[in-house]
């Protein structure tokens, strides 16, 4: 099965994520471009196809979860819990990813 490819989003959204996901959003400007794009690999590789469709309404379209519910049908709360578990496969995928990029760095020194 052919993953949807997705687009590139405006800076802030994706810095409101990475903040939201890891606690802090990166500064420098090529720590935020590597995760940046860690972050679209993980989000179109490792997200369900609706997962990814409430991401890019709660984060991108500032919609709220009883708006994006309205708007497919379904209760806030079905929103609130896939969110939640699109959340913590990010936080998972992203957090193997710079734990691997951090110790083949450290090998490198």
């Known amino acids: 099965m052919k ?4 687009p590139t989003y405006k800076l802030e ?3 409101e994520i990475l903040r939201e996901i890891t606690g802090t959003a990166p500064t420098n400007r090529k720590q935020m471009e590597t995760a940046k794009k860690a ?4 989000i ?3 997200l369900t196809p ?3 469709e409430m991401i890019s309404y709660y984060y991108y379209q500032n919609l709220n979860h009883r708006q994006i519910g ?7 709360s ?11 496969r990010i936080y998972k995928n992203l957090h193997i990813y ?7 760095l450290e090998e490198d020194s």
Do not use: K, N, P, W
Not at 98 to 104: A, C, E, I, N, Q
């Open 44 to 46: 179109a590789r490792d």
């Open 98 to 104: 710079f734990d691997y990029l951090y110790f083949r």
């Open 3 to 6: 993953h949807q490819r997705i």
């Open 70 to 76: 309205e708007m497919l049908g379904i209760d806030s």
């Open 13 to 15: 959204s994706d810095r």
């Open 39 to 42: 972050l679209r690999d993980v």
């Open 78 to 88: 079905t929103v609130c819990r896939t969110l939640q578990r699109a959340r913590s």
């Open 50 to 52: 609706r997962q990814r």
